[in-house]
């Protein structure tokens, strides 16, 4: 069964303002699509498009290669898990899940069955006869999901919903999650604002903002190989140092970064000699120690923390502008002699340094 | 009660505050009540008889309302037409109260509520009296559907129940719809969307989601809108015909026009009863406890 999502050249506006800029995208059959952004970038108002809340204000959504334009929300083969949830309070588990049913006719005790089937699809075998709010969290994000799921629908739209879990409960309904999708086959396409979220889970990652797609990749790409500083930035931590591209040979670009010198890093896109640029390096990927062709940059330690596996080193450049660096190391590096105040020489492989043309904070 | 006051405002103005309510509570309200209640069981007896040897007490007034068949007929049709005026409101209400608290823009709630409010700061028998020329047999409703060609000659609005309900349920609609609205406006609006989601037409999501939130509001309402119904004196004095005639109106006759108040109160006790019997009955109809209404 063809369950594929295409958003057809859309657009939405509400009165003169556009919350989702001309977007083409396509979700393929069977795939776990997350759409990763800060809020108010119009994450939800796609899923709202491809549900049929809302009909964009060009183009259209095809879901299954069919155009949806028309057909209600109550029609689609979508199906939603709010991030509130929004079970029905006054009904029991058993008749939230069966409400779908209900709806288009299927016996009492066809219902009955497949509530007990979903019931032990998400390990609540017996819950049933149980009222909403005798739930803990957890329990009612699996409910949700099994009523969400008793519809059969080729899609399944996830707006947010571990957001208001636990963090260790978040990371065990990543897991479930993840496996409910290669059980039942179907395509899911998640929304969220938590990286973390968006890269353990998903086949690929549209990263938004400002009602713009930036970048849709699979989450080491999207990683390794952000398109725009955007993505840079917002994917995983990065340290941004401007500068003024000098010179570009064979994918490397040289840079020009005030007193900080010449650095280098790989070409990722629009850039142009002569024009302002952003180096990318991650936080990690700085050494204490040069290794052969490497570059260094000289800096003094502003603050240490130790976060358990590894440590993170705020520095700031010894040059008057003060540039701030982040470094992350592994609990293995710690040592007394790392403290505020100490000159640390970091060196870094260009081929893991990025150069993104234009203001990073464009 | 006290105790918090007394924290508050120390304890002379707290007993001050508290006694003042007493006094306006059983002075005001019980006491008169009480009254009434022993008028009913009592005689109708000259002055000069009062606390003689006739004035015993007895049921001799309830039982006049089971003699007379034109009041207790007047009696039950009062009943029934305020169950079918709670209906109508109701009817009428719903759709406005979901309009308002789901579908409309806050800025279009807010001034669809102006309009409902404004009719209202006119007086009530103002407003009923509009009713009447509005429906007159030569009135402005007749001569506008007579021109639209939907009626070859006027019709009698006012000559039967017609007048009264219609007035009714204007002069309530308010009382019906704010209930409602609050109670629809509580509900997340991602529960209609999600059953939406799940399939469900608008006649489901409203049977299955919106309403059973919304019963609470629901019994509130018609309970109001019952009470203001069956006591209503205006509304079928102006609209109704000689032969629409509300309980009420002969309660008010045998207090003003009878001068027998001891039947009067008897009548009234009737009404009364029968009226908390129906809140009783909708509270049971609609799995509600006094809670909910009170919120």
């Known amino acids: 069964m063809d369950s594929s999502v295409h958003l057809d050249n859309v657009v939405m506006q509400f009165g003169d303002f556009t919350a989702i800029q001309k977007s083409d995208l396509k979700i393929e059959s069977g795939e776990f699509f997350s759409f990763l952004g800060p809020s108010g970038c119009g994450k939800t108002t796609i899923l709202n498009m491809i549900s049929g809340f809302l009909d964009p204000t060009e183009g259209c959504v095809k879901i299954g290669g069919q155009d949806m334009a028309g ?98 409960l978040r990371q065990h309904m990543r897991t479930e999650l993840k496996e409910i ?46 398109q725009t500083a955007f993505v840079a930035s917002f994917v995983g931590e990065n340290n941004a140092i401007q500068g003024k591209v000098e010179r570009i040979d064979s994918g490397i670009a040289e840079i020009h970064c005030g007193e900080l010198g010449v650095l280098k890093g790989r ?78 020489s970091l060196s870094y492989n260009v081929s893991d340094a990025i150069v993104i043309g234009g203001d990073s904070n464009a | 009660m006290l105790n918090q006051l007394k924290a508050r405002f120390g304890s002379g103005l707290a007993i001050g505050i508290v006694g003042m309510i007493a006094i306006w509570l059983i002075a005001l309200v019980v006491l008169p009540q009480l009254l009434m209640v022993d008028y009913s069981f009592r005689p109708n007896l000259l002055p000069a008889d009062i606390g003689g040897p006739k004035d015993t007490y007895s049921l001799v007034n309830y039982e006049t309302l089971f003699s007379n068949h034109i009041h207790l007929k007047i009696f039950f049709k009062t009943i029934w037409s305020s169950v079918l005026v709670t209906a109508l409101t109701l009817i009428v209400s719903y759709p ?84 409602i609205y609050n109670a629809i406006e509580s509900l997340d609006t991602n529960q209609i969307k999600a059953a939406r989601n799940l399939g469900a037409g608008w006649i489901r999501t409203h049977w299955r989601v919106i309403i059973p939130h919304a019963k609470p509001g629901i019994a509130t309402g018609c309970i109001m809108t019952f009470m203001l119904a069956a006591g209503s004196y205006a509304v079928p004095a102006l609209l109704g015909s000689p032969g629409s005639r509300w309980f009420t109106q002969i309660i008010y006759n045998w207090f003003f026009e009878g001068g027998n108040w001891n039947q009067g109160a008897a009548y009234a006790f009737l009404l009364l009863v029968i009226c908390i019997g129906f809140i009783a009955l909708v509270m049971r109809v609609f799995k509600v406890g006094l809670g909910d209404i009170a919120r």
């Open chain 1, 181 to 226: 999708q290669r059980k039942t086959g179907i395509t899911f396409i998640y929304i969220t604002h938590d990286q973390g979220e968006a890269l353990t889970m998903s086949d690929r990652v549209a990263v938004m903002s400002a009602g713009r797609i930036q970048q849709v990749a699979d989450p080491i790409t999207l990683y390794r190989d952000p």
């Open chain 1, 71 to 168: 057909v209600p929300a109550n029609k689609r083969p979508t199906s939603m898990i709010f991030q509130n949830l929004a079970l029905f309070p006054l009904m029991t588990v058993a008749e939230n899940i069966e409400f779908g049913l209900e709806v288009r006719g299927v016996s009492k005790s066809e219902r009955k069955k497949a509530s007990d089937r979903l019931l032990a699809l998400v390990a609540l075998e017996g819950s049933g006869h149980k009222k909403v709010s005798e739930l803990s969290g957890g329990q009612k994000q699996r409910i949700a999901i099994a009523r969400a799921l008793a519809v059969e629908p080729q899609v399944l739209l996830l707006d947010e919903p571990l957001s208001a879990l636990d963090l260790k």
């Open chain 1, 267 to 344: 070409v990722q896109s629009s850039v142009a000699i002569g024009e302002e640029a952003t180096l990318f390096i991650r936080p990690e990927h700085f050494r204490l120690q040069p290794e052969e062709g490497m570059l260094s940059v000289a800096v003094e330690i502003e603050e240490v923390n130790f976060e358990g596996a590894y440590l993170t080193l705020s520095t700031s450049t010894t040059a008057t502008s003060k540039q701030t660096l982040t470094i992350q190391l592994g609990a293995h590096q710690y040592n007394d002699d790392l403290a505020k105040g100490k000159a640390l």
């Open chain 2, 96 to 179: 406005i109260a979901f309009y308002l608290a789901k579908v409309a823009t806050p800025q279009k709630a807010a001034l669809c509520l102006l309009l409902l409010i404004i009719p209202f700061w006119i007086n009530e028998i103002l407003r009923t009296f509009s009713w009447y020329i509005i429906l007159a047999y030569k009135g402005p409703l007749n001569a506008a559907l007579l021109g639209l060609g939907l009626i070859d000659r006027p019709i009698r609005f006012l000559s039967g129940d017609g007048g009264v309900l219609i007035g009714m349920v204007y002069a309530y609609i308010l009382f019906m719809i704010f209930p």
